[in-house]
């Protein structure tokens, strides 16, 4: 007689019980677990080969590549190749958890999203035919941002964009271009340095400085109100060289030195220094021919230069 709470098996609950049992073992299969310090008492040998603990350390293979589930505490899953570098990690637990890892990031060969920060960083070459990112589109030909312009001026303020076909390039923006030449136009130019031109010009109607600066006009330069043009002297009468220009009020012209020179003071005419008018020259002031002319020059009309000085 079997005892109370005693469970009496029958010969075909038995047999189904053992089927059950095969057919678990099928579906564990190549997983080959290994639970706790041994396996589970019915499971054959051949699968306690890959794992070493309860919940789920597991190892495809001990050497070569291999894929790992929670090789240590920090990582969750780890693929390696056949010559020991990085194909794939997930970290799960200390510092960087939550951080994925695609490559040999660590050689510079990889992509990691970094959790904490926010990022996605990519190292070694990137290649793409086309694609976004941020504002910025990519195609086979060009960067750029709104709408792609590549011959002159893009359409609209804050469109850029950057191009090449492998024989062209050139860069656009919607107040300046760099073309296939090296060639540089634009609306405004504020160089804060120096600017070294070997040869150019400036079209007529052309601003240098402000509108009392430099201004060139289709028969001529004009220096403004209140401009000048110098070569040596630093203003009128100051230095060697030549003045013409607005200074101290009027409009003068100074050429020469300290010693010999020729003035225009803004009201009279000074020279210091020979004059030569040539053989049988002759200066329409009178009747004063060259040879005749009073010395010294006391008559109307001549004065010496330090009278006017």
Not at 40 to 67: C, F, M, N
Request: hydrophobic letters at 35%.
């Amino acid at each position: 007689m079997p005892e109370e709470n005693e469970t009496i098996w029958k010969t075909d609950e038995i047999a189904e019980l053992k089927q059950r049992i095969k057919t678990l073992e099928e579906m564990v299969g190549t997983l080959t677990i290994e639970v706790g310090k041994g396996k589970p008492e019915g499971l054959s040998s051949a699968i306690d080969t890959k794992v070493s603990e309860v919940g789920g350390r597991y190892w495809s293979a001990q050497t070569g590549a291999r894929t790992m589930i929670l090789p240590d505490n920090n990582t969750g899953i780890q693929i390696i190749d056949d010559a020991g570098n990085d194909v794939f990690k997930v970290l799960v637990d200390g510092a960087d958890v939550g951080d994925v890892i695609i490559g040999d990031y660590a050689s510079n060969q990889g992509a990691k999203y970094d959790k904490s920060a926010g990022t996605f960083d990519f190292k070694g070459v990137v290649t793409a035919a086309s694609g976004t990112i941020g504002g910025w589109t990519i195609n086979a030909t060009s960067i750029y941002t709104g709408t792609e312009d590549h011959s002159g001026y893009t359409a609209n303020a804050g469109d850029i964009t950057l191009y090449s076909d492998g024989v062209d390039a050139s860069i656009h923006g919607n107040k300046f271009y760099v073309d296939n030449t090296g060639k540089l136009t634009c609306t405004d130019i504020v160089a804060t340095g120096t600017i070294n031109a070997q040869a150019g010009y400036l079209s007529a109607g052309v601003y240098v400085d402000t509108a009392n600066g430099l201004l060139c006009e289709s028969g001529g330069i004009n220096v403004g109100v209140s401009g000048h043009i110098r070569g040596g002297q630093t203003d009128y009468a100051i230095g060697t060289g030549v003045f013409l220009g607005y200074s101290g009020g009027d409009y003068k012209f100074s050429l020469g030195g300290t010693t010999n020179y020729l003035r225009w003071n803004g009201t009279h005419l000074i020279l210091k220094g020979s004059f030569d008018v040539g053989t049988a020259g002759l200066i329409n002031n009178g009747v004063y021919t060259v040879a005749t002319l009073p010395i010294p020059p006391t008559s109307i009309g001549f004065e010496v230069p330090s009278a006017y000085e």
